[in-house]
C-alpha cells in the first residue's frame, strides 16, 4: 500500500485515541483484519461509541475510500424525536429561497448557522432551547448529526434501539478537538435523556 494511501486509511490517530480512551476511561480496539478501531466510553445515558469508517464510493469507474470518525450513542426508538442537524450553506440557502424550510429555535445567529429537520419540530426546538448547548454547536459542531431509523432492507439489527450519529469528515487525529467534539456529542446525549428523547 502506497505511503498517500496508508496515511489516508490509517493516518496518525491511534495514538491519540488510545490515549483519549485512557483519559476517558473507556475501552480502546486498536483496528485489526474487518474491525476499525473502537473506542467505547461509559455515559450515565449509555454508551458513547467511537470508530474510524471507511466507505467506498464509486466514482466513474474508480472505488475511492470515504474515511470519517464516527460518533454514535443508542437512543430508544421513537420516530417522533428523529431529527438532524447541519450546518448551513449555500445549497441549503437556495433550498430554503425554493421554500423548503428547516426548524428554527428563534435564535437568529444559531438558526442563520444550521439547518434543523425533524419528524416533530416542537421536539427539535426543545432540544435546542438550551443556550449552552446551542453555544457548544457554534463553537465546536463539525459534519452531520442525526437521530435516524436504521431499518433497512426490512429488517431492524437494533430493535427498539435508534442511533444518534456524529459524522464527521476526515479521522479526527488531534486530542483537543476530539475532546470538543466529543463533549458536544455527549452534551447532545444529556440533553436528548432530559426531554425523554
Do not use: C
Not at 485512557?22 to 454508551?47: C, D, V, Y
Not at 419540530?121 to 435516524?148: C, H, N
Request: glycine fraction near 8%; proline fraction near 7%; aromatic fraction near 10%.
Amino acid at each position: 500500500m502506497g505511503t498517500r494511501l496508508n496515511h489516508l486509511l490509517h493516518g496518525s490517530y491511534l495514538s491519540t485515541w488510545e490515549a483519549f480512551a485512557t483519559e476517558m476511561q473507556g475501552t480502546w480496539s486498536a483496528p485489526s483484519f474487518g474491525h476499525n478501531a473502537r473506542i467505547e466510553i461509559p455515559h450515565a445515558h449509555g454508551p458513547i461509541v467511537l470508530e474510524r469508517d471507511v466507505t467506498m464510493i464509486m466514482t466513474g469507474k474508480v472505488m475511492i475510500p470515504v474515511v470519517s470518525t464516527i460518533f454514535s450513542a443508542p437512543r430508544p426508538t421513537n420516530p417522533a424525536h428523529r431529527f438532524s442537524v447541519s450546518r448551513a450553506n449555500f445549497a441549503t440557502s437556495v433550498a430554503e429561497w425554493f421554500g423548503r424550510l428547516d426548524i428554527h429555535v428563534d435564535d437568529p445567529v444559531f438558526d442563520e448557522a444550521f439547518v434543523l429537520k425533524g419528524e416533530t419540530p416542537d421536539f427539535v426546538r426543545s432540544l435546542f432551547r438550551d443556550a449552552p448547548l446551542r453555544d457548544r454547536y457554534r463553537a465546536d459542531f463539525e459534519g452531520s448529526l442525526a437521530l435516524k431509523d436504521d431499518t433497512a432492507f426490512f429488517t431492524d439489527p437494533t430493535p427498539g434501539i435508534d442511533p444518534l450519529e456524529l459524522a464527521v469528515s476526515g479521522i479526527i487525529e488531534d486530542g483537543a478537538r476530539l475532546r470538543r467534539v466529543y463533549e458536544l456529542f455527549s452534551a447532545t446525549v444529556t440533553r436528548l435523556d432530559e426531554l425523554g428523547g
